[in-house]
């Protein structure tokens, strides 16, 4: 007997939908399930992760402190393996974005921009 693969909590789900409509101007939007939440890709690019409802940006070494500065936080998990934190270059879509649409575009296209520069396609690291 399979069992159906879970869908996306209601807060990953309506995290999901505020990215939708966010990000819609940059180009095709989609959803894929992965680990305990789920990647964001715009066409063939991995730039986002949405975790326990909250949405994280793609960013890296060119973007990480912009994040910073307008108050982003990091996206950590626990390495259940090692005991160690690891904090990845994912960060939370900052608060002037969220009510803001062409703030939010342009958080997006930082995010696409960092995830072109990594060349993280189809999941890729």
Known sequence: MSRK???????????AELAHELFS??????LKRMFGGAGLYCGELFFAI?????????GDGESAD????????????HNPKTGKDVTMNFFTLPE?????ADT?????RTAL???RRA???NGGQ
Do not use: C, H
């Not at 949405?50 to 793609?58: E, P, R, S």
């Not at 002037?96 to 803001?100: G, I, K, L, Q, S």
């Open 25 to 30: 101007d940059l180009g095709p939007i989609r």
């Open 5 to 15: 693969p879970k869908g996306p909590s209601p807060e990953d789900q309506a995290a």
């Open 66 to 77: 912009d994040y910073r500065a307008a108050g982003s936080e990091a996206f950590t998990w």
């Open 50 to 58: 949405i975790v326990d409802g909250v949405l994280y940006l793609k």
């Open 104 to 108: 939010a575009l342009d958080w997006g």
């Open 119 to 121: 060349g993280m396609r």
């Open 113 to 115: 921009a960092a995830a």
């Open 96 to 100: 002037e974005a969220v009510d803001d």
